[in-house]
């Protein structure tokens, strides 16, 4: 949709303060945007969807594409259980697939959800996180960093909404031997944060949370990544 209508459905249905915080956190990711301006599809889900903050989480987006182009219903991804049916399966399994085989982000939202699903199911099923770093991440060379952000990004954004254990799944990532595997995830973490619509100190509480607890060279790349992300005012903090 325009810019004009977005904005103008934003002032419509929430206060001055949360209609801030959707500007800021919606245009952070490329496939949210993606999905925002096309209207056919992101109009039915801005004027059905409940006025709160939570709701327009990238998660809870991509679980509405899913819900639409599947007929499937799931109440709640962050149920510790998910009965998926036969066909959905088949086709996160190929979303999948697809990223491994190209090396390419998801070419849409949707695709995006797909993946973040697939990597909760691995969750569930297997109990744990532990390995899926090794698993999905690509270490070939100093290019590959940017290769990993831009496949995981929205997958990871939507994954905070799908998983009650994001910061065990966070622990799998720094807690890593390897090196290559704790950089890369950085700025994958803060692209998670700051495309998730949350108010500002509880942003700046999460940011906080996982970041203090990381080594200083760390700690200085994040920083250096929040500048990158044109978050200057977080840099501060």
Same mark, same amino acid.
């Given at each position: 949709?325009? =810019?004009?209508? &977005?904005?103008?459905?934003?002032?419509?249905?929430?206060?001055? $303060?949360?209609?801030?915080? @959707?500007?800021?956190?919606? %245009?952070?990711?490329?496939?949210?945007? #993606?999905?925002?301006?096309?209207?056919?599809?992101? @109009?039915? !889900?801005?004027?059905? /969807?409940?006025?709160?903050?939570?709701?327009? /989480?990238?998660?809870?987006?991509?679980?509405?594409?899913? $819900?639409?182009?599947?007929?499937?219903?799931?109440?709640? !991804?962050?149920?510790?259980?998910?009965?998926?049916?036969?066909?959905?399966?088949?086709?996160?399994?190929?979303?999948?697939?697809?990223? !491994?085989?190209?090396?390419?982000? %998801?070419?849409?939202?949707?695709?995006?959800?797909?993946?973040?699903?697939?990597?909760? $199911?691995?969750?569930?099923?297997?109990?744990? &996180?532990?390995?899926?770093?090794?698993?999905?991440?690509? =270490?070939?060379?100093?290019?590959?960093?940017?290769?990993?952000?831009?496949?995981?990004?929205?997958?990871?954004?939507?994954?905070?909404?799908?998983? #009650?254990?994001?910061?065990?799944?966070?622990?799998?990532? !720094?807690?890593?031997?390897?090196?290559?595997?704790?950089? /890369?995830?950085?700025?994958?973490?803060?692209?998670? @944060?700051?495309?998730? %619509?949350?108010?500002?100190? #509880?942003?700046?509480?999460? =940011?906080?949370?996982?970041?203090?607890?990381? %080594?200083?060279?760390?700690?200085?790349?994040? @920083?250096?990544?929040?500048?990158?992300?044109?978050?200057?005012?977080?840099?501060?903090?």
């Amino acid at each position: 949709m325009s =810019l004009t209508v &977005w904005l103008d459905l934003i002032r419509q249905e929430f206060s001055p $303060e949360d209609g801030q915080t @959707l500007v800021k956190s919606l %245009p952070q990711d490329p496939l949210v945007w #993606q999905f925002l301006q096309d209207e056919k599809i992101s @109009l039915p !889900f801005f004027t059905n /969807a409940p006025s709160d903050l939570c709701n327009y /989480a990238p998660g809870k987006m991509a679980a509405w594409l899913i $819900e639409q182009k599947t007929g499937s219903s799931f109440a709640d !991804f962050s149920q510790n259980e998910i009965t998926l049916p036969t066909e959905l399966k088949t086709a996160v399994a190929q979303a999948l697939e697809t990223v !491994f085989h190209t090396g390419l982000p %998801p070419a849409d939202l949707y695709t995006a959800g797909l993946i973040a699903l697939t990597l909760h $199911e691995r969750r569930l099923r297997k109990g744990t &996180w532990e390995g899926l770093s090794e698993e999905i991440f690509i =270490l070939r060379n100093p290019k590959s960093n940017i290769k990993n952000y831009r496949i995981w990004q929205t997958p990871f954004a939507c994954l905070f909404s799908y998983c #009650q254990d994001f910061n065990d799944l966070t622990d799998e990532f !720094f807690s890593s031997s390897s090196e290559s595997i704790r950089k /890369a995830f950085i700025p994958i973490l803060l692209h998670t @944060l700051i495309s998730n %619509p949350m108010r500002p100190e #509880q942003l700046i509480g999460q =940011l906080f949370e996982f970041i203090k607890p990381l %080594p200083i060279d760390s700690q200085l790349e994040s @920083l250096h990544w929040l500048g990158d992300f044109n978050q200057e005012q977080l840099q501060n903090k």
